[in-house]
């Protein structure tokens, strides 16, 4: 049975490099680095790019927007630290596959973001990463930004979002053998 360790915070709070830090110091050159974000914008290509520099080259890189835990069983080449980032993209990427056209999901939902369909997706993608850190034999370290603390979005899309993250997180943390919130690059110790 391995071990789920969840990073948390916001923004900028630090949670990619806290969860770099431990992947190295746990796996060192052997951990599978798995993204969820796809390049759809040239910002969102700017911030791979940041990302990818900023790991070690030694480590095996997987890009899986969806269905994590099934691309991380079909190309584990033995690594004993999977490292997750994010579960953040990861909703977001179920949220907007469901709720509207590619073209422009935010203005014109064709489906309504809060089915409860939707949201069972994204509990399923969590449960199935869980299920999978229980056959491993060491550790899967998953990212996630805790959206819940700030304004409540103005658009329903972005609550919908909200929302399944929320539970999301709250999976994912009831499962972890360690729970961190990162604020401002500081690492607390909840779980």
Known sequence: MGKLILILGGARGGKSTYAEKIALEQGGPDV?????????DENMGQRIEKHQASRPQEWHTLESPMNVAQ???SNMQGEKIVLVDCL???VSNILLANAGPEDDPF???SSDPFD???EAQALEEAE?????VDEMDGAMIIVSNEVGMGVVPPYELGRAYRDALGRVNQAMAQH???VYLLVAGLPMRLK
């Not at 599978?32 to 759809?40: C, D, F, N, P, R």
């Not at 199935?128 to 999978?132: V, Y």
């Open 107 to 109: 203005s014109d939902p």
């Open 176 to 178: 972890a053998c360690e």
């Open 88 to 90: 953040t993209v990861l």
């Open 71 to 73: 691309a991380i069983k």
């Open 116 to 118: 409860a369909r939707i």
């Open 128 to 132: 199935a990463l869980i299920a999978c």
């Open 32 to 40: 599978l680095y798995v993204a969820t974000a796809e390049a759809k």
